[in-house]
């Protein structure tokens, strides 16, 4: 037996939506608009510190360099400085600037740049070393010209003698020391494998020691000397030396 529907519910069944399937349900739903475009105007780069002109100061300042950098014109630049010497006295420092074929000196307090010279005659070829001895004569060893050249600090030029003058190669004047009493010249003769003995005052030869090897007392590229207060003198071999060894005094 069917039951008796009143008017009323009947009338709202007929207002109620119709059922709609899952994809036709999303046709249905409302589109968004799209994005509007908005176009940001280009910033200019924050300049960089180094590059801003300071108004109060002036014109605008050189770039900024990195520490140790100097002008590429200034005279106290440095090229291949292979062996330096410290006068106490004046406060100085010599460097054996081998790049640029010269003696450069310097302030030891503030590293400001003060004079150079270059050779007597020939140009230098490998500024080994350079010393000073007590009476302030500037010693530089002029490697491979086979030459040692005497100086006063302020450049003048006072003599030279050749060690071993038919040395090629590396050269035979590879560094000098001097005797306790300032007497005698020591000079480390890698090439030849020895240590000449010269007469400071006249720079005559007048001995040396050492040999080529690898045994005590013979040499494999002696490249330094030094001599301590007693007179006994210390070698160190370069290349495949790899040593140090010391002469007793007799």
Same mark, same amino acid.
Request: charged letters at 30%; hydrophobic letters at 35%.
């Given at each position: 037996?069917?039951?008796?529907t009143s008017g009323s519910a009947a009338a709202s069944r007929r207002r109620r939506s119709?059922?709609?399937?899952?994809?036709?349900?999303?046709?249905?739903?409302?589109?968004?608009?799209? *994005?509007?475009? @908005?176009?940001?105007? *280009?910033?200019?780069?924050?300049?960089?510190? *180094?590059?801003?002109?300071?108004?109060?100061?002036?014109?605008?300042?050189?770039?900024?360099?990195?520490?140790?950098?100097?002008?590429?014109?200034?005279?106290?630049? !440095?090229?291949?400085?292979?062996?330096?010497?410290?006068?106490?006295?004046?406060?100085? +420092?010599? @460097?054996?600037?081998? $790049? =640029?074929?010269?003696?450069? +000196?310097?302030?030891?307090?503030?590293?400001?740049?003060?004079?150079?010279?270059? *050779?007597?005659?020939?140009?230098? #070829?490998?500024? %080994?070393?350079? #010393?000073?001895?007590?009476?302030?004569?500037?010693?530089?060893?002029?490697?491979?010209?086979?030459?040692?050249? @005497?100086?006063?600090?302020?450049?003048?030029?006072?003599?030279?003698?050749?060690? %071993?003058?038919?040395?090629?190669?590396?050269?035979?004047?590879?560094?000098?020391?001097?005797?306790?009493?300032?007497? !005698?010249?020591?000079?480390?003769?890698? =090439?030849?494998? #020895? @240590?000449?003995?010269?007469?400071?005052?006249?720079?005559?030869?007048?001995? %040396?020691?050492?040999?080529?090897?690898?045994?005590?007392? =013979?040499?494999? $590229?002696?490249?330094?000397?030094?001599?301590? %207060?007693?007179?006994?003198?210390?070698?160190?071999?370069?290349?495949?030396?790899?040593?140090?060894? #010391?002469?007793?005094?007799?």
């Amino acid at each position: 037996m069917r039951r008796a529907t009143s008017g009323s519910a009947a009338a709202s069944r007929r207002r109620r939506s119709p059922r709609v399937a899952g994809a036709d349900r999303r046709l249905l739903k409302p589109r968004r608009p799209p *994005a509007a475009v @908005v176009e940001t105007p *280009a910033v200019a780069a924050t300049p960089q510190p *180094a590059d801003v002109e300071d108004a109060a100061a002036g014109p605008q300042r050189p770039p900024r360099r990195k520490p140790g950098q100097t002008d590429a014109a200034s005279p106290g630049n !440095l090229s291949r400085p292979l062996a330096v010497a410290v006068d106490d006295a004046a406060n100085e +420092v010599f @460097v054996a600037d081998d $790049g =640029h074929s010269r003696v450069a +000196v310097f302030d030891a307090g503030t590293g400001a740049y003060k004079r150079a010279w270059t *050779a007597n005659g020939d140009a230098f #070829k490998t500024i %080994s070393c350079v #010393k000073i001895a007590k009476d302030g004569m500037v010693y530089v060893c002029d490697r491979q010209n086979d030459r040692i050249q @005497v100086f006063q600090k302020d450049g003048k030029f006072v003599k030279e003698a050749y060690v %071993s003058k038919e040395t090629k190669g590396d050269g035979s004047v590879w560094d000098v020391a001097f005797s306790p009493d300032q007497k !005698l010249l020591y000079v480390a003769d890698g =090439h030849d494998k #020895k @240590v000449w003995i010269l007469d400071r005052a006249s720079l005559n030869t007048i001995g %040396s020691f050492g040999d080529g090897g690898r045994y005590p007392g =013979h040499f494999y $590229g002696v490249g330094s000397v030094a001599v301590d %207060s007693k007179g006994n003198v210390y070698t160190g071999e370069t290349y495949e030396g790899k040593r140090v060894q #010391k002469f007793v005094k007799r």
